[in-house]
C-alpha cells in the first residue's frame, strides 16, 4: 500500500501542476536532479532568481567554463555532498557527490532540488518591517538602527533577560559560535536552537549514561551490524538517504531489521519484524524486551561486570515488567517481544536507532537512557557495527548543539559554572569583570543577588511563557519583550494559540531568515516586526557537523543574491551597533568591518573547544578531506593513502588536541579495540570514581597499547605529576598549564593541549577510563520508569504510573500532575502522533517555497483509521476539524488509512500558512508565500516538557476528529 501511493493524499485529485507554472517543458529524472538549471532551458535559470542575475549574465552562461563547487545539502543530519555547477555566478545545475562516502552519488527529493533553495524566488529579498499593517522595504542602516536602538531601550528599561537570542540549526558551525558568545556579550543565557525541541533529551540521557550526548557510530557503520532495531525513527522519509546504509546490512549481512513505532511508516515497510505499540510507552516496551533478556540469561554478562554500573538496580525495574504487565501498558504481545529478544541476543552486535519518536515525550530522557540500557545489557556498546546510533534532524543540529547555542551551557558543554566563564573569558582574551557586569543579577532564595550569568535560561520550547508568565513566577528580573527568531521555524513548536498571543505582546519580533516563515504571519501585528533577509549557506562557507560527528567544509556556491547577507555578517553589524565589535573580534581576523574571515572563526573554536575534542579539525584539514573524499574507505571512512592517510573522514569528534598533532578522529565512540591515538576510545569517566562504595571505574579493561592496564579518572596536571609524565610537557605547554591552575588544571581548560598530547602518547583517553552508568542519580527517575503521558486515555494506568509533580526548571513553573488530573478522554479519545514527510523538512517555509517539491505533497492532511473515521462519519480526502483539549484546531484532508492503529491519529509537522481555518497567505510580503500552505498541526498540540531538559510533547496528546 505505502509503495504503490493507492490511498488518500498520495492519491489526490489531478490539478494545475506547480511546476508548469514554473517551466513549460516536461520533467524526467535527470531535469528534476539537476534542479531546474539550463537542463530544461536556459530562461528557468533567470525566473527562478526572481531578478536577482541578470539577464545578460543568464545568456551568456552557455558560453561560459562550468565550475563545480562541492557543498553539503542544508536539509538533514546525514551529510550529503553537493557538487554545484557555476556559469558566470549562476548556479546552473547540480549532481550528487559521487565521491561522498555519506551519499555515495545518491540524493533524496530534497537534496536533489536544493539549487531552487538558494535561487528560489520566494526568498526574502530585502529587509523589511511592518508599518501601519503593510509591509515596506527598508535599508540594512536603518534596519540594523531601529532594532538595535529598540533593544538597546529595553535593556535599559528591562535588562538583557528581556531579549531573547533564538538561534538555528542552520547556521554553520562558525556562525553558531559567534551567535552563541555574541549572547554572552549581550549578556544572557536566553538563548537556544532547535536541538532543544528534536534531541535534548537524547544529548542529556546519552551523555548522562556514558559521557558523550552524540551519535557513538556512524551510518556507514551500520554496514557491519547483524541486527538494526529502530525505534521512533522513520530514515525512509526523514533521512532517506541513511537507509541505503541500513539496508546494505540487511542484504549484506542478512541483518534482521525490526522497527518500533505506533505506525507503520514506510520504514516499517522494509522491516522483518514491525512491532505497533502506543505512543508514550517506550520504556514499558523496552523493559519488555530486556525482561526476556535476563529471564533467560542472554546478557552479556562480562561487559556489563567490567564496563557498566547499575544493571542490578535495572534488573529489580524490570523484573516487573512480565508480558501480561507490558502488553497492559503497550499493546504489544509478550511472544513478539520475546522473539525480538531472541533476534536481538543472537545477532551480536546490534544497532539501536532512534529519532524524534522517542525524545519528544515529558519522558524523554526515560526513553533514551532505556534505549542505551539495552544495549549495554547485550554488550552492543564500543564495537563496531554496534552502539546507538542517534539520527539527528537538521543538516547542523549537532554542530549547533556542540557550539552551545543553547541556553544551559557554553560551546562545548562546558556549562554555566564560574570555571566554564573562565574558560571561555580566557579564550575570548576578555575581562572577566566586564563581561559578568553585561549580566543582570537576581535575588536568591536567601535573599542576596546572584548573577543570572551562571543561571540557565529559558529553553525556545518555552519563550512563549517567557512573555506570558507571571514574572513574579520567573526566576528573571522582567519578561521577555523582544524575541529573535534566527532562523527558526515558530510552527514547529507546540501551543500555537498562546504563541500567537505571546508574539502580539511583544514589543519587538525580528525575524532572520532566508524566508518570511510562519513568524511573519501568525500574528495580527501591524507594527514592530522586521524581516532581515540572510543568505543561504551556499552563499558562504564553513563548517558543518553530520550527525555521526564528522566535520566537513562547505566553499561558497555563489555570492549572496538579493540584498542578503550572510549571518555572521549580520551578527558583526549587531555587534557593532552594540558597542562591542572590537571586543567580540578581538582575535579574528576581519575582511572588513563587518566580515569575519570564517576560518579564523574557526581557529577560535579550535583554541577552546578541548571538551569534545573540537580542536583538531582545523580548515586545513577539513578541505583537504572534502578535496579527496575518494580515498575514504566507504564502511570503515578511513583513507588508504593520500594527503589526508589514515584520518576518518571529516575527523569525528573527539579529534584529541591540535591540528598539528594529527590525531585521525574518533569513528566508534567508546571501542577500546583500537588505541586512543588511532580512534579507540574508553567511556568517559564523568561521574567520579565511585558511588555507595561501588567502583566507578572500568574493572580490569582498557584501550589497545594503554599504559595504564584498569580504570582510571580523567586527567590533570596532578595526575601527570604522579606518573610521572609531566617531564614530556613542553615549555610553553607547562606555561599555559601553570597560567590556568597549575596542578588542578584539566585536560578540559588546558588550552596548550598538552594534558592531552601526553595523554595520548601513553594511550589513554584524556577523559579517563570509566564504566558507563545505568542509573543517573542526578535524574528526576535515576532508574527509568514509565510514566503515563499528561494526555492520556488511559485513565486505568494514571494510578499506576502517574506523572511528575509540578515543579520550577529553566526560570519557569513547569506543570505536570495539575494537568494529568483532569479526564478529558471522553470528549478527546483518540492519541494524536506527528512526524515527518520525506518531500518536506522541519517547519517547512523552504521545502514548500520549493516548486519541485511543492509538487509532490501539496495538501495537510491527518492520518485516521478506517474504523476511527467510519465511527466519525469521515469519508478518505474530506476535509475534517482536528481539535485537540487545550482548543487549538486545525482544518486539513481525511486521510483514511491502515498505517496507524485504532484509536491514534498522525499528522506531519512540516506546514503553516494557514491558522484554524483562515488562509493567511495575504499576510506574507509580496512574492514571498510559500507555493504550498496548509494548516500547522502544532496549533492542535497541547502542554508538556520533559523533566530534565524541556522537551516538548509532540506524540501522544489527545484530540477529537470531526467532519468540517
Not at 533521512?239 to 511508516?265: G, Y
Not at 555587534?575 to 566580515?595: L, P, Q, S, V
Not at 478506517?866 to 462519519?873: E, K, M, S
Request: hydrophobic residues 35%; contains cysteine.
Amino acid at each position: 500500500m505505502l509503495r504503490k501511493k493507492t490511498n488518500g493524499v498520495a492519491r489526490r485529485p489531478q490539478r494545475t501542476s506547480i511546476l508548469s507554472k514554473v517551466a513549460e517543458s516536461s520533467v524526467d529524472r535527470r531535469a528534476f536532479l539537476r534542479g531546474s538549471g539550463l537542463a530544461i532551458g536556459g530562461l528557468a535559470a533567470i525566473s527562478a532568481t526572481g531578478g536577482s542575475v541578470t539577464k545578460a549574465n543568464a545568456a551568456t552562461a552557455a558560453a561560459g567554463a562550468v565550475e563545480t563547487v562541492k557543498s553539503v545539502c542544508t536539509h538533514c543530519s546525514v551529510g550529503c555532498t553537493v557538487v554545484a555547477e557555476v556559469q558566470n555566478g549562476v548556479w546552473t545545475g547540480q549532481e550528487p557527490g559521487w565521491d561522498s562516502p555519506f551519499n555515495l552519488g545518491a540524493h533524496c527529493a530534497k537534496g536533489a532540488s536544493v539549487r531552487e533553495h538558494a535561487h528560489g524566488e520566494r526568498r526574502l529579498k530585502y529587509p523589511m518591517k511592518k508599518e501601519g499593517g503593510e509591509w515596506k522595504r527598508i535599508s540594512w542602516e536603518q534596519a540594523i538602527n531601529e532594532i538595535g536602538d529598540g533593544m538597546m531601550q529595553i535593556r535599559d528599561e528591562s535588562g538583557p533577560d528581556s531579549v531573547y537570542w533564538l538561534g538555528s540549526a542552520k547556521h554553520n558551525n562558525e556562525q553558531a559560535y559567534l551567535f552563541r558568545k555574541f549572547a554572552a556579550y549581550w549578556g544572557t543565557n536566553n538563548v537556544d536552537h532547535q536541538a532543544r525541541i528534536c534531541h535534548s533529551t537524547t544529548v542529556a540521557g546519552v551523555a548522562n549514561t556514558w559521557g558523550y550526548g552524540a551519535m557513538t557510530n556512524s551510518y556507514n557503520d551500520i554496514h557491519n551490524s547483524k541486527a538494526i532495531f529502530i525505534i521512533g525513527g522513520n530514515p525512509a522519509e526523514a533521512h532517506p538517504v541513511s537507509l541505503l546504509h541500513v539496508l546494505k546490512a540487511k542484504e549484506q549481512n542478512n541483518a534482521p531489521l525490526i522497527v518500533c513505532d505506533p505506525r507503520f511508516t514506510r520504514t516499517a515497510a522494509h522491516a522483518d519484524e514491525y512491532v505497533r505499540f502506543r505512543p508514550g510507552s517506550d520504556v514499558a516496551l523496552v523493559w519488555g524486551i530486556l525482561w526476556h533478556i535476563f529471564e533467560n540469561g542472554w546478557e552479556d554478562k562480562e561487559f556489563i561486570r567490567t564496563r557498566v554500573w547499575g544493571m542490578d538496580q535495572i534488573r529489580e525495574e524490570v523484573a516487573n515488567w512480565n508480558p501480561e504487565e507490558v502488553e497492559r501498558v503497550t499493546g504489544t504481545p509478550g511472544s513478539q517481544l520475546k522473539r525480538v529478544a531472541r533476534t536481538l541476543a543472537n545477532n551480536r552486535p546490534g544497532t539501536v536507532i532512534w529519532c524524534m519518536g522517542g525524545t519528544q515525550h515529558t519522558t524523554g530522557n526515560n526513553n533514551t537512557r532505556a534505549y542505551c540500557i539495552l544495549q549495554l545489557a547485550l554488550g552492543n556498546m564500543g564495537t563496531s557495527g554496534g552502539g546507538t546510533n542517534i539520527f539527528r534532524g537538521h543538516d547542523n543540529v549537532q554542530g549547533a548543539t556542540d557550539l552551545g547555542v543553547l541556553s544551559h551551557t557554553l560551546p562545548g558543554y562546558y556549562g554555566l559554572s564560574k570555571g566554564a566563564w573562565a574558560h571561555w573569558g580566557r579564550v575570548w582574551g576578555e575581562d572577566r569583570e566586564w563581561l559578568a557586569g553585561q549580566f543582570d543579577t537576581t535575588k536568591g532564595a536567601d535573599g542576596k543577588d546572584k548573577s543570572m550569568q551562571n543561571l540557565t535560561g529559558i529553553p525556545v520550547s518555552r519563550w512563549i511563557d517567557g512573555i506570558l508568565e507571571d514574572k513574579e513566577n520567573m526566576d528573571q528580573p522582567n519578561n521577555v519583550r523582544a524575541m529573535v527568531l534566527w532562523g527558526h521555524a515558530p510552527n514547529s513548536q507546540t501551543r500555537m494559540t498562546e504563541m500567537k498571543t505571546a508574539m502580539e505582546k511583544l514589543d519587538m519580533l525580528v525575524v532572520v531568515d532566508p524566508y518570511p516563515t510562519v513568524s511573519a504571519v501568525l500574528h495580527d501585528r501591524t507594527d514592530g516586526v522586521y524581516l532581515l533577509p540572510a543568505c543561504t549557506q551556499f552563499e558562504t562557507r564553513g563548517s558543518v557537523t553530520a550527525s555521526n560527528r564528522s566535520l566537513q567544509w562547505r566553499d561558497k556556491v555563489v555570492d549572496p543574491l538579493f540584498e542578503s547577507l550572510p549571518d555572521h555578517v549580520i551578527i558583526a553589524k549587531f555587534a557593532n551597533k552594540f558597542g562591542w565589535g572590537d571586543r567580540f573580534f578581538r582575535n579574528i581576523e576581519m575582511e572588513d568591518a563587518e566580515t569575519p574571515n570564517v576560518e579564523s572563526v574557526t581557529r577560535e573554536f579550535n583554541s577552546g573547544m578541548w571538551t569534545i575534542g573540537y580542536t583538531g579539525q582545523s580548515p586545513e584539514r577539513m578541505k583537504t578531506h572534502m578535496a579527496n573524499q575518494h580515498t575514504f574507505d566507504r564502511t570503515t571512512l578511513r583513507a588508504i593513502g593520500g594527503p589526508a592517510d589514515g584520518d576518518y573522514y571529516g575527523m569525528p569528534w573527539p579529534c584529541w588536541g591540535t591540528a598539528e598533532m594529527g590525531h585521525p578522529g574518533t569513528p566508534n565512540l567508546y571501542d577500546m579495540s583500537k588505541p586512543v591515538s588511532e580512534g579507540g576510545l574508553t567511556f568517559r569517566a564523568r561521574f567520579g570514581v565511585e558511588r555507595d562504595g561501588d567502583n566507578l571505574l572500568a574493572d580490569g579493561v582498557y584501550s589497545v597499547n594503554s599504559e595504564i592496564q584498569d580504570g582510571y579518572p580523567e586527567f590533570t596536571m596532578q595526575m601527570l605529576m604522579d606518573l610521572g609524565w609531566d617531564g614530556e610537557l613542553t615549555e610553553d605547554e607547562r606555561s599555559a598549564i601553570d597560567a590556568v591552575a597549575g596542578p588542578k588544571t584539566n585536560w578540559k581548560t588546558d588550552l596548550s593541549g598538552g594534558i592531552q598530547r601526553v595523554a595520548i602518547a601513553h594511550e589513554c583517553a584524556p577523559f579517563g577510563n570509566a564504566k558507563a552508568r545505568a542509573v543517573v542519580w542526578t535524574f528526576p527517575d535515576p532508574v527509568p520508569i514509565h510514566r503515563e503521558p499528561l494526555y492520556t486515555n488511559r485513565r486505568d494506568l494514571v494510578e499506576d504510573y502517574p506523572t511528575y509533580e509540578d515543579r520550577h526548571a529553566y526560570r519557569l513553573p513547569t506543570l505536570y500532575a495539575s494537568i494529568q488530573k483532569n479526564d478529558v478522554s471522553k470528549e478527546y479519545p483518540i492519541i494524536l502522533t506527528s512526524g515527518r514527510l520525506v518531500e518536506y523538512e522541519g517547519g517547512g517555509e523552504e521545502s514548500r517555497s520549493n516548486p519541485w517539491l511543492a509538487e509532490l505533497q501539496q495538501d495537510m492532511f491527518v492520518e485516521m483509521h478506517p474504523r476511527d473515521a467510519n465511527n466519525n462519519g469521515i469519508r478518505d480526502g474530506s476535509q475534517v476539524w482536528v481539535e485537540g483539549p487545550e482548543g487549538g484546531k486545525v482544518k486539513v484532508m481525511a486521510m483514511v488509512t491502515e498505517r496507524v492503529g485504532e484509536g491514534v491519529a498522525f499528522m506531519p509537522f512540516h506546514f503553516g500558512g494557514h491558522y484554524q481555518g483562515e488562509d493567511l497567505r495575504d499576510k506574507y510580503p509580496d512574492g514571498a508565500d510559500p507555493y504550498v500552505l496548509g494548516e500547522s498541526c502544532n496549533v492542535a498540540q497541547t502542554y508538556g516538557y520533559d523533566s530534565v531538559t524541556q522537551m516538548q510533547e509532540t506524540k501522544c496528546t489527545l484530540c477529537k476528529i470531526s467532519a468540517a
